[in-house]
Structures are given as C-alpha cells and as structure tokens.
C-alpha cells in the first residue's frame, strides 16, 4: 500500500477513536488534536501506547535483572526507535541507553505469538513475558505465551521471517486485512 494511504488510513482511524472517547465524554475536547497527533504519528514497528510509553510502561532492564515485570516510573524515561519506555530506576535507564538494541522486546514489543501469526497486538491489559537467548519477548495474555514456549525456536523462526514482512505495516491495516479474511470464510 501506498505511504500516503497508508497515513490516510491511520489519520481516519485515530481521529474516530478520538471522537468516540471524546463524546464519551472521558476525554476533554482541548486534548483530542494531541490524541490524534500521538495516534497518528506512532511508528508502526514498536508498539506502543497512544502517549507513545513502549513495553506498556513496563521496565525493560528489569526483566533481565530481576526476572520479574516491574512498572517503570514515568519521571525516569530514555527514547530509543519512537517509544518512550520507562524505568524504576536511574541505574536500569543507564544500563538500557548503553545498549537500547540488546534489552528492547523483540519485535518491536508486539505480542510475538500475534506476529508468528502474522498480527500486531499491542499487549496492554495483560502483560506476559519469556525470555530466551538474552532476548526480550512480550505477550498479550499469558496463553499466547504458552502457546510460544511450546516451541520457542520453531515459533521465532517463523515469527522472525513474518516480522521482516509486517514490520513497518501499521497493525490497524494487517487487523483490516484478517477481518476481510475472517469475512471471505
């Protein structure tokens, strides 16, 4: 698909997301241009929020040295690729801005069973994680996890070759895509 349309599509997207939360009334009407501006500008290959908060605030650095999910502080923040992810401390901001590449999710945080199978899920409400191989990996519900560490090599060799695919298409037009799909069968 075309840039320009593709943009279109996303612009279209988030500003009827904006006018639902806004007439919903859950969102004063003096932020919903900065809503639609953060909707519409996120890169498409990290996931994440629509303030652009990568790995859904969680602490990256975290994982690897507690081997636990621990919630970042929003005053203690470092940018790498389009996302703005968060930290419980100074020291695990430090650590991740010596080598951002090494400690960010694998596939740009999207659920990596979603992208096994060819989808961008954002993991927002629930949050599961597995590390292998001193990587990052990122789920939406502990059950796509389980699905991943069934076969953790099988499942990252497909999701690698499928994410060198879908990797910069916005997931709202892969979601419009399944649908359309869903809809044929």
């Known amino acids: 698909m075309m840039k320009w349309a593709s943009r279109a599509l996303n612009a279209i997207a988030s500003l009827a997301l904006v006018a639902v939360v806004v007439a919903q009334g859950s969102l004063p009407a003096a932020q919903a241009d900065d809503l639609a501006d953060a909707l519409e500008n996120r890169p498409p290959h990290v996931s994440t929020s629509w303030d652009g908060t990568g ?5 990256v650095v975290a994982f690897f040295t507690e081997g636990r999910a621990v919630k970042g502080k929003r005053a203690i ?5 389009g996302a703005t992810y968060q930290f419980a401390s100074e020291e695990n901001r430090d650590l991740f801005l010596k080598d951002p590449a090494a400690l960010t999710p694998q596939y740009g945080g999207f659920d990596a069973y979603g992208v096994r199978t060819g989808t961008k899920v954002r993991p927002i409400k629930e949050l599961a994680w597995y590390l292998s191989d001193e990587k990052l990996y990122l789920f939406g519900a502990d059950k796509t996890r389980g699905a ?25 037009i892969l979601r419009m895509a399944q649908d359309k799909a869903d809809a044929a069968n």
């Not at 790995?55 to 602490?59: F, M, P, R, S, T």
């Open 55 to 59: 790995a859904a605030g969680y602490d």
């Open 77 to 81: 923040t470092a940018e790498y690729l």
């Open 148 to 172: 991943w560490v069934e076969n953790p090599d099988g499942n990252r060799r497909v999701a690698d070759v499928i994410w060198g695919e879908i990797r910069t298409v916005p997931d709202k």
